[in-house]
């Protein structure tokens, strides 16, 4: 049973340029939240997702940055002209029911903007 | 919302030793809490939770008490190990949240 899966697991981009990252949850899971982490810092939620909605997106730039979770296929954390403040680590985690219950992390990806 | 508070921030004990770690939240409709443990580069997992119908649990050397009252709860490691080193989280989520709210983090160094 593979766990919550991103990738890639390391992006570099230069400003200006747009990160997709992606995220497949656990097999059974249709909760998706996404967490920016900052070097050393702790973890920030930016928005939750269920399959084709979004549920909260209160954590998330309102510029720039989007997310979705199709019917198919992996959620994605879009971010649109990258600058060099958006270099962090980004987390998907996902959860069976609620997400008051535990959140299972993936791997991260690690975004370093030019 | 909620506002989770974590301390101490570092935390350097010899091996052998206990370690504690303690939280505060805000929000007194919280109740669920999970402790994670991030390695250097890896990803947070999960060690350790707790339900506020619960006042402790313990998991062989990790044990997790939750005051409700005082709004506060806390992980103890005993016997610590080099490889206990890392990075701990708390965090607090409840019925209306749609996410956890994490503390900052204890960098915890156990010395051999």
């Known amino acids: 049973n593979a766990g919550v899966m991103q990738n890639p697991r390391h992006l570099v981009r230069r400003r200006g340029q747009e990160a997709r990252l992606r995220c497949s949850p656990m097999k059974g899971h249709s909760h998706v939240y996404w967490y920016r982490q900052l070097p050393e810092e702790g973890l920030k939620f930016m928005v939750y997702l269920q399959k084709e909605n979004i549920i909260d997106e209160s954590g998330m730039p309102k510029e720039r940055f989007s997310a979705e979770f199709p019917k198919e296929g992996p959620s994605i954390l879009r971010i649109q002209q990258v600058v060099r403040g958006d270099s962090a680590a980004y987390f998907c985690?996902?959860?069976?029911?609620?997400?008051?219950?535990?959140?299972?992390f993936g791997p991260g990806t690690r975004l370093l903007v030019l | 919302g909620e506002n989770v508070e974590q301390h101490p921030s570092t935390l350097s004990v010899q091996e052998g030793d206990s370690a504690v770690i303690k939280c505060t939240y805000s929000d007194s409709a919280s109740n669920y809490f999970p402790w994670y443990k991030q390695e250097l580069g890896k990803r947070p997992q999960l060690i350790i939770d707790i339900r506020s119908n619960v006042g402790e649990k313990k998991d062989q050397r990790i044990a997790v008490t939750l005051n409700k009252t005082a709004k506060h709860f806390s992980l103890h490691i005993t016997e610590t190990q080099p490889e206990d080193s890392a990075v701990y989280f708390c965090?607090?989520?409840?019925?209306?949240?749609?996410?956890?709210?994490f503390g900052t983090g204890t960098r915890l160094t156990v010395i051999p």
């Open positions: 965090a607090a989520g409840g019925p209306g949240a749609n996410n956890l709210f």
């Open positions: 985690a996902s959860s069976k029911y609620t997400s008051v219950e535990t959140q299972y």
